[in-house]
Every structure is written in C-alpha cells, then in structure tokens.
C-alpha cells in the first residue's frame, strides 16, 4: 500500500483538452482506439463503456478513466436521453 500511496502523492497529470457536454440518445461512440487516455465524470444521467470486453457502467456523480491504446465503445443509457 505505501507504493501506491507515493505513487498517489505524487501524481501529475497534464489536461490537454477539458470539455463539458450534453449527451443526447445519438451519443454512443464507435468502437476506436484512443491514443491518450480520457476522464469521464458523469454529472448527471448513465451510460457505460467497454474496454476490450469488459463492460464498466457510468454512474452520476462518478469519476472514470478510460486507458489509452485500449479498444472501446462507448454509451448513453436510453432511459436518461435528452
């Protein structure tokens, strides 16, 4: 655990791009290949995203790092749409 808390402590992280924006119903995103690693916070609403083939839900009020040079898809849950 001490390794992970130093790591933690002195973690850098470097925003190149910050956005915020509403998701409609035609959101989802085609299966790609990012090639820097991308943060979702999810403010209000759900959704998901798969990496490889593994399925992590998105959840209001969550915090979610999606790994660079990893396959992925992103989505919107329907039931919160615009």
């Not at 973690?11 to 190149?16: H, P």
């Not at 991308?38 to 083939?53: E, N, V």
Request: charged fraction near 20%; proline fraction near 5%; hydrophobic fraction near 40%.
């Amino acid at each position: 655990m001490a390794t992970l808390d130093h790591l933690l402590d002195t973690l850098q992280v470097r925003v190149l791009v910050a956005n915020r924006g509403l998701v409609g119903r035609a959101w989802p995103v085609p299966e790609q290949v990012l090639s820097c690693h991308k943060i979702y916070y999810t403010y209000k609403g759900a959704g998901g995203y798969t990496i490889d083939s593994r399925t992590v839900e998105l959840q209001a009020g969550e915090l979610n790092v999606l790994p660079a040079m990893r396959r992925n898809r992103c989505w919107q849950d329907p039931r919160f749409g615009l």
